[in-house]
């Protein structure tokens, strides 16, 4: 998940997830990293350093989701290496919470071309990724957890959700999805199951959401193209929801002056409609959270 305009120039993230704490993951080996198998490796794969710093998505999804609609045995990609480092480790707040990188980690581009043996899962792919990144930018990263600012997401009506917010099984199923044309309003149906998706309308608002998703990465979704600090989900709800939300983009400062300043853009911001149109509060607090941080990283050498 990155910024609002790569967002909606890419339009769309596979997305499903299943913790209940935004961004949070464990500082040792994790369930999913010892499920897939532990180290594993790519048969083959390049990388080389992109001055043009084109962006190319690979074949699915990088973030932490575990959808793997077209599953296949290859990775290409052109991206920042904080791009394959959360993919690597299923981060989900993409590249906000990475410590101690320099600033080419963030900015130069690099192509990765791998292939894997065999039919590996998307989990696999993931650990193939962290033994490239080893031994190619001979990264090492460990996880640490620190108390930090974050926003608590809850229901502004217990128990209450309103029209931007619903239950998935309260839904058509997903193999129907309603027709879009430019001017439309906003509706569920419209949106795919397991895709974010983001579209410009001609007034320059944008019609935003999920179906078949979760809180958590929802929660990850506001943040990311928020620019607001980490969510923590403490609405109660649970299994799989569907949303959809209609604002129009502003300028962001610093997640608190964003949460807490009163805006006279016309149309609706993005945190009045998750109020309004969602129901849901965010309030600043802190909480301890997983946070990764880069012991080590090099630029490669070329192949």
């Known amino acids: 998940m990155t910024s609002l305009r790569a967002f909606v120039k890419f339009l769309v993230i596979v997305v499903s997830a299943t913790t209940s704490i935004a961004f949070a993951q464990p500082p040792a080996t994790s369930r999913w990293q010892t499920a897939a198998a532990g180290k594993m490796e790519f048969e083959v794969a390049s990388v080389r350093e992109d001055p043009a710093g084109k962006y190319v998505s690979p074949p699915f999804s990088t973030d932490s989701d575990d959808n793997f609609a ?38 130069k581009h690099f192509e990765i071309r791998a292939r894997a043996t065999g039919t590996p899962t998307k989990d696999q792919m993931r650990l193939m ?41 309260d839904g058509p199923p997903c193999d129907v999805v309603a027709s879009y044309s430019p ?4 509706s569920f149906d419209m949106f795919p199951c397991n895709v974010y998706m983001a579209l410009n309308k001609p007034d320059q608002a944008v019609l935003a959401g999920a179906r078949n998703t979760t809180v958590q990465l ?7 193209v928020g620019h607001l600090r980490p969510i923590v989900d403490r609405t109660g709800l649970s299994g799989k929801i569907d949303f959809s939300m209609e604002y129009t983009p502003e300028n962001h ?32 607090d802190k909480a301890p959270l997983a946070i990764p941080v880069v012991d080590h990283i090099e630029i490669p050498s070329q192949n």
């Open 129 to 169: 990724m962290q033994s490239l990144l080893a031994d190619r930018f001979e990264l090492m990263i460990h996880f640490e957890t620190q108390v930090v600012p974050v926003l608590v997401m809850t229901l502004a009506t217990p128990g209450k959700l309103k029209p931007g917010l619903r239950l998935h099984v």
């Open 218 to 224: 929802m929660a990850a979704f506001f943040s990311n």
């Open 253 to 284: 400062g610093d997640s608190e002056s964003v949460v807490n300043r009163q805006t006279e853009l016309p149309g609706t911001t993005f945190l009045e409609a998750i109020k309004d149109q969602l129901g849901l509060n965010l309030k600043p």
């Open 70 to 107: 077209g599953a296949t045995d290859l990775f290409v990609a052109d991206a920042p290496v904080t791009t394959f480092i959360s993919f690597a480790y299923k981060l989900d707040q993409q590249h906000s919470m990475l410590t101690h990188l320099p600033d080419w980690a963030k900015t």
């Open 183 to 186: 001017g439309s309003t906003v």
